[in-house]
């Protein structure tokens, strides 16, 4: 794969968000250092459908790292992550974050682990299985989804990796009304945040879910 050179506007476009959402200038250098990996990959391996840097830059990284503030420790999680969204760049941002990002399809799985490796993220592992396979019950604080399922599907398949008082932390588009009332027993939403993602046309919502009781 050849260099990847990232138009000047992607560094000019991540600044102005980063700097919009109250986050660290530095944290820059590596958000771009993993796009610019993504985007080659992209060329062969179709990682995602979004081509276009500038619109990776608002869809995918401050589109995650719209749900920076509400974890920070722990461990987390990020389940049918796909290329490590929103994992890797919420690894990048708290370093005292342990991350394992869940993904069965293999070629995304290998994408992240060269991530990871050429970003030396100590705190981020990739866990290439589908979510309902991963023998780790109770192992994590937080659950999250970007773009997985419904409510109840997540739960369906993840649930079992919360320890007892763990979160999931879902991202969703629009409020959802249907999915919060399609919830199964035993589980609640505790609350719902709007999220601010500069430059996405759109709701966005992160839904806190957990056990009741």
Same mark, same amino acid.
């Given at each position: 794969? =050849?260099?990847? @050179?990232?138009?000047?506007?992607?560094?000019?476009?991540?600044?102005?968000?980063?700097?919009?959402? %109250?986050?660290?200038?530095?944290?820059?250098?590596?958000?771009?250092? *993993?796009?610019?990996?993504?985007?080659?990959? =992209?060329?062969?391996? =179709?990682? @995602?459908?979004?081509?276009?840097?500038?619109?990776?830059?608002?869809? $995918?990284?401050?589109?995650?790292?719209?749900?920076?503030?509400?974890?920070?420790? %722990?461990?987390?999680?990020?389940? %049918?992550?796909?290329?490590?969204?929103?994992?890797?760049?919420?690894?990048?941002? $708290?370093?005292?974050?342990?991350?394992?990002?869940?993904?069965?399809?293999?070629?995304?799985?290998?994408?992240?682990?060269?991530?990871?490796?050429?970003?030396?993220?100590?705190?981020?592992?990739?866990? #290439?299985?589908?979510?309902?396979?991963?023998?780790?019950?109770?192992? *994590?604080? =937080?659950?999250?989804?970007?773009?997985?399922?419904?409510?109840?599907?997540?739960?369906?398949? %993840?649930?079992?990796?919360?320890?007892?008082?763990?979160?999931?932390?879902?991202?969703?588009?629009?409020?959802? $009304? #249907? #999915?919060?009332?399609?919830?199964?027993?035993?589980?609640?939403?505790?609350?719902?945040?709007?999220?601010?993602?500069?430059?996405?046309?759109?709701?966005?919502?992160?839904?806190?879910?957990?056990?009741?009781?």
């Amino acid at each position: 794969m =050849n260099d990847t @050179t990232l138009p000047r506007e992607v560094a000019s476009d991540l600044d102005h968000g980063l700097k919009a959402m %109250g986050l660290d200038a530095a944290l820059a250098k590596p958000l771009l250092a *993993y796009l610019t990996l993504l985007v080659r990959w =992209n060329r062969t391996y =179709n990682l @995602t459908a979004i081509r276009d840097p500038r619109e990776m830059v608002t869809r $995918h990284l401050l589109d995650s790292l719209a749900m920076a503030a509400h974890v920070s420790s %722990g461990s987390l999680a990020d389940l %049918g992550t796909g290329p490590g969204l929103p994992g890797i760049p919420l690894a990048i941002t $708290h370093p005292q974050l342990q991350v394992t990002l869940v993904e069965s399809n293999g070629k995304k799985a290998r994408f992240m682990r060269e991530a990871v490796r050429q970003l030396g993220l100590g705190n981020a592992r990739v866990a #290439e299985s589908r979510a309902e396979a991963l023998d780790e019950p109770g192992a *994590y604080d =937080n659950l999250t989804a970007r773009a997985m399922d419904t409510l109840a599907g997540i739960i369906e398949v %993840g649930g079992h990796l919360l320890r007892p008082g763990g979160q999931l932390l879902a991202m969703k588009g629009v409020y959802p $009304h #249907e #999915e919060i009332a399609q919830l199964p027993a035993g589980w609640q939403v505790q609350e719902v945040r709007p999220l601010q993602v500069p430059g996405l046309v759109g709701d966005r919502h992160l839904v806190v879910v957990a056990r009741k009781g």
